[in-house]
């Protein structure tokens, strides 16, 4: 049936026996083809009646639908055309595992960074609104936690007060707490709020009663105490109501019929409203259910029966982390743990487990978990908190103003830093090393491997007067990488015949400097490795180390533009030091999803690219040193 189904216009002919139908035909493709390719799984199958409900009874494109996260529009695309092209899911060249504009006009924001629907909605419906659009509509789906973060209170607050607005929230709660309040009494409840009769019944009532002297005033507060108090126990609408936003439900999200109705009365009310649906995260695939901390929130390849990884899974730099983290805090009680509602995707579950009143998880909140480590550090506590890179960049000024301007000892851990892949632009850990760079007094710290993600972490807690960062990759971590010797806290892995190039190496880059170096002096080129383990600040003795050699080549998974390899030069320029030097990193640009090896072949990061330049470079200038004084002098040095 879902091959019938190329545009959501396509759902009006279908009756209410075919909706079902279809339902479990979406949920069967939905475990069939991500089993195959990984992708966010759980919330997917928890909306699949929502979102087939919501597509009845709008009409995309004209009408706007949004989502907050847009990992849970795996089903809206499904309905939208690209059901066929689900085996491409996250994939090179194939449908994103977010809304995407590329693919589709049925598609609106791209960045999939919880919390921001409601101030796209609100954006968008204002500009209908003042344009004369009456007849365009914008569905906001927020779920799976979005409403933790508080941009979204910070829209709801500016939604409330407008009066002409065709904005219709969709609640997407996953949570079990408020499933006991669904049935008739909850459903005649919410049909009473949006009658507009109603409405106008409790409009007189106030009016007659407040002209009653004496006893009137007394009637009616009674009344309307009663009235709000049977509500709260039936539905939990009242901190919705309590800012002035009309509220519907809870509703069944399961329940094709009964979504539809809600919907279709909100569509008609003509102003800002919220339905609440009540889903089950994992419906309808026994292994998804069963996981509790997670409800397959987001899995890899899979056995689509058991739910089992299809792969053996080797060590993670996560686990890494979250194994030393755990040791720390065996000796360091002053070690506090926090999060933004990742606790197993940061490895934090660990900590929790050993600590759980040493760990806090503020829910999708950066913001508010950056600056309330500063509070954590006045006290004398040294909190870690572990994020994703890509979400540092929405607690940059806390980051800035709250933590680093009070010299609090806080230490950030990043996983997913550099190109991370399936994800697309938004998930891509590549602004981090910039970002912080500019950051007044930041300890910058980026392990090459295991043991020196455990030594670094460790020298990070140890900082207590300042901020400090521990950022690493996503994925397997590879073999420990020794160094020949350590120069002022410098590692040496790799050591030229000749000193003709210094190539310093970011972090995780280390493996493909190695080998670029090794290819280079097979090429008669000598190259010379180093890690130096902290990139901010930068050690001093590396403008020593650098005037031994004829040209540097800096080698990170950051973008260049403002990054270490920027930084460096800018050392050396104070210095006074004139080396050429070369910066391999990140084109300034969004990359799409893709695998991470791909994606850094694409821009030119392997060994083979890398050693390729290095020796072209280096015969480059052995050329200009081998001009005429006079020429030598009008050339501009390579960089």
């Not at 030229?496 to 970011?506: H, K, P, R, T, Y």
């Amino acid at each position: 049936m879902l091959s019938q189904i190329n545009s959501p216009a396509d759902l009006a002919a279908l009756s209410h026996e075919d909706l079902i139908e279809l339902s479990a035909e979406i949920r069967g493709l939905l475990i069939e083809k991500v089993s195959k390719t990984g992708g966010h799984l759980g919330p997917n199958l928890g909306v699949v009646e929502l979102t087939v409900a919501i597509h009845r009874v709008f009409d995309s494109p004209k009408d706007v639908i949004v989502f907050d996260t847009g990992h849970q529009s795996y089903v809206h695309k499904m309905l939208t055309g690209r059901g066929g092209a689900f085996d491409t899911l996250r994939q090179r060249g194939g449908i994103s595992g977010y809304p995407n504009r590329r693919e589709s006009e049925h598609d609106v924001i791209e960045n999939s960074h919880a919390s921001t629907a409601l101030s796209w909605g609100d954006g968008i419906s204002r500009g209908f609104s003042l344009q004369g659009a009456k007849d365009r509509h914008v569905v906001v789906v927020v779920g799976d936690g979005a409403l933790t973060g508080g941009m979204s209170w910070e829209a709801l607050n500016n939604i409330a007060p407008e009066q002409k607005r065709n904005l219709v929230i969709v609640v997407n709660d996953n949570e079990r707490s408020y499933s006991p309040t669904i049935g008739g009494v909850a459903t005649y409840l919410s049909t009473l709020r949006v009658t507009s009769g109603y409405e106008k019944f409790l409009d007189w009532g106030k009016e007659v009663l407040h002209k009653t002297p004496v006893v009137g005033m007394p009637i009616y507060e009674t009344l309307h105490g009663m009235k709000k108090g049977i509500k709260d126990i039936v539905a939990p609408q009242g901190m919705f109501e309590d800012l002035g936003l009309k509220y519907l439900g809870p509703i069944d999200g399961h329940d094709i019929a009964a979504m539809e109705r809600a919907l279709q009365q909100a569509k008609e009310y003509g102003a800002p409203i919220l339905v609440h649906a009540i889903t089950e995260k994992g419906k309808g695939h026994k292994p998804a259910v069963a996981d509790e901390a997670e409800k397959f929130h987001a899995v890899g390849v899979i056995d689509p029966e058991s739910g089992e990884p299809l792969a053996k899974s080797a060590t993670s730099w996560t686990k890494v982390f979250a194994q030393e983290l755990v040791e720390i805090g065996k000796t360091r009680t002053d070690i506090v743990a926090i999060t933004a509602a990742m606790l197993g995707p940061t490895g934090l579950d660990q900590f929790q487990a050993a600590y759980p009143e040493r760990t806090i998880d503020v829910g999708i909140a950066e913001q508010h978990a950056v600056t309330s480590a500063a509070g954590l550090a006045f006290t004398g506590l040294h909190p870690v908190v572990a994020v994703y890179s890509t979400f540092l960049n929405r607690a940059f000024d806390q980051l800035l103003l709250d933590v680093a301007l009070h010299k609090a000892g806080v230490t950030f851990v990043l996983d997913r830093s550099g190109v991370t892949g399936d994800d697309g632009p938004s998930h891509h850990g590549i602004w981090d090393l910039a970002l912080t760079g500019i950051v007044p007094t930041m300890h910058v710290a980026a392990p090459r491997d295991g043991a020196r993600l455990k030594e670094l972490l460790r020298e990070a807690v140890a900082i207590n007067d300042a901020p400090s960062m521990v950022r690493f990759p996503k994925g397997a971590v590879q073999e420990d990488i020794p160094a020949f010797e350590r120069r002022d806290g410098i590692d040496v892995l790799y050591r030229g015949e000749s000193a003709d190039v210094l190539m310093i190496s970011v972090g995780a880059m280390a493996a493909i400097a190695v080998e670029a170096a090794s290819s280079a002096y097979r090429e008669g080129v000598g190259v010379t490795v180093i890690d130096p383990r902290w990139v901010k600040p930068l050690p001093e003795s590396l403008v020593r180390m650098a005037e031994r050699y004829k040209s540097v080549v800096v080698l990170e998974d950051g973008i260049r533009h403002a990054g270490i390899g920027s930084a460096i030069s800018e050392m050396f320029r104070d210095a006074g030091v004139l080396i050429p030097l070369h910066s391999i990193g990140v084109p300034l640009e969004f990359i799409e999803h893709s695998k991470r090896g791909e994606i850094l072949s694409d821009i030119g990061i392997t060994a083979q690219n890398i050693s390729r330049s290095v020796v072209e470079w280096s015969s480059t200038l052995k050329e200009e040193m081998q001009l005429p004084l006079d020429e030598n002098a009008d050339r501009k040095q390579p960089r």
